[in-house]
């Protein structure tokens, strides 16, 4: 085989020197506060300060709107590397890209040259409103309502599970519009600001993992929304919430990468330095061949998730599959390897003097949100099933 062959495997230099220099940022600005951004539930304020000074808190908005246009890839690239020092840091950008994905696929121009430059300039965050408690993996039986009143919408309902509720700025909501139409063509996507009256948050959740980014229900009690705001054309919201989903599932699984490649590193460096039976407990077989097994795992993670990525970036008519498989896969690798990396520290793994327990608590949230993983795979069977 040339090496011309193995090129078509290799990530371009740009890639590979915006991976150094998030890391960079992450190791020196982001990490040393992880801990304590977990035990206190605290928004990691110097991850976010730290991003947007170096422009990687939503780099996936383009140059048009303020932003730096990083590709799909590049994206991916940024979120592994935060989510390697913190899981909770990395939901800025993933978020940020979620909440207006919606805006970048059917908004109008007007609307995403309203709201797209200030989430660009690091001034505000967007979050993405679908789930409820009742309409979590049935998306299409949420109870959110909209009403029309002349050229306002009345909003009255709840979302639950809400990424980063309270600190972002902004929202989009998906709302029943037409409650006589047809299941699933009757829903509409709206943006929601945070200081819309009648708009308020529920307590935030408590959580086994990611602390540090708030979980909090969305509130709406009669919220006038101008009609300029509605996502789409009415009826068109959950078309769009879930080609949001197509794209955003890829950051998902970057995210559970860096978790994983987070717990690995801290393993091989801790067997390294630990002695038992008078030598280095990575002298042991038994414990190489589990640390193999583990960068095999991330290693084949990683090449799923960055080809998600390029058919993302293209808009590949097979990244339904891709992208569900990616997450999915990725998401079982990280709790498979965070898991493991606790078995190698032993008992210190299982406490809080060591990151790959928090990391543990981090990564299980993967398989569950953006579509738990039995849902990734009913969208992959489908796919297959055409």
Not at 36 to 64: C, G, M, N, W
Not at 74 to 88: G, K, L
Not at 260 to 278: N, P, W
Not at 335 to 357: I, N, S
Request: with cysteine; net charge negative; hydrophobic share 40%.
């Amino acid at each position: 085989m040339s090496t011309q062959d193995f090129d078509l495997f290799r990530i371009s230099e740009d890639h590979e020197a915006l991976r150094e220099a998030v890391r960079a940022v992450a190791d020196d600005k982001i990490a040393p506060f992880a801990a304590e951004v977990d035990e206190k539930s605290e928004f990691p304020h110097a991850a976010y300060d730290a991003l947007r000074a170096t422009d990687f808190h939503a780099p996936h908005i383009s140059e048009q709107y303020g932003g730096v246009g990083a590709d799909a890839l590049a994206t991916c690239i940024v979120i592994e590397e935060v989510a390697r020092a913190c899981a909770s840091s990395s939901l800025i950008p993933a978020v940020n890209k979620l909440g207006t994905m919606p805006l970048i696929l059917g908004a109008s121009e007007e609307l995403k040259a309203k709201y797209l430059p200030p989430v660009a300039a690091g001034t505000a965050m967007f979050s993405y409103g679908l789930s409820e408690r009742e309409a979590g993996s049935d998306t299409a039986s949420m109870k959110c309502r909209a009403k029309p009143d002349g050229n306002e919408w009345v909003l009255n309902g709840q979302k639950a599970w809400i990424t980063n509720a309270g600190v972002s700025d902004y929202y989009t909501v998906l709302a029943v519009t037409d409650p006589e139409g047809k299941r699933g063509s009757n829903v509409s996507a709206f943006v929601v600001e945070k200081s819309d009256e009648g708009f308020t948050f529920g307590a935030p959740e408590r959580k086994l993992g990611i602390k540090g980014s708030p979980t909090r229900e969305l509130l709406f009690d009669n919220v006038r929304i101008p009609g300029d705001r509605m996502v789409g054309a009415p009826g068109d919201g959950l078309k769009i919430a879930l080609r949001t989903l197509d794209h955003t599932r890829v950051t998902i699984g970057a995210q559970a990468v860096g978790i994983a490649q987070g717990a690995l590193d801290f393993a091989i460096g801790y067997a390294k330095e630990r002695r038992q039976f008078g030598k280095r407990i990575a002298d042991f077989q038994g414990l190489q061949f589990m640390l193999a097994d583990m960068a095999m795992q991330v290693q084949a993670a990683r090449q799923m998730v960055y080809v998600a990525a390029s058919k993302s970036e293209r808009n590949d008519p097979d990244l339904p599959f891709f992208g569900a498989a990616a997450k999915c896969f990725a998401s079982d690798v990280a709790m498979k390897v965070t898991t493991d990396a606790v078995q190698v520290l032993g008992g210190a793994g299982y406490t809080r003097d060591f990151p790959v327990e928090r990391m543990m608590r981090d990564a299980k949230i993967t398989q569950i949100y953006e579509g738990t993983n039995q849902v990734q795979r009913l969208v992959m069977a489908r796919q297959l099933l055409r």
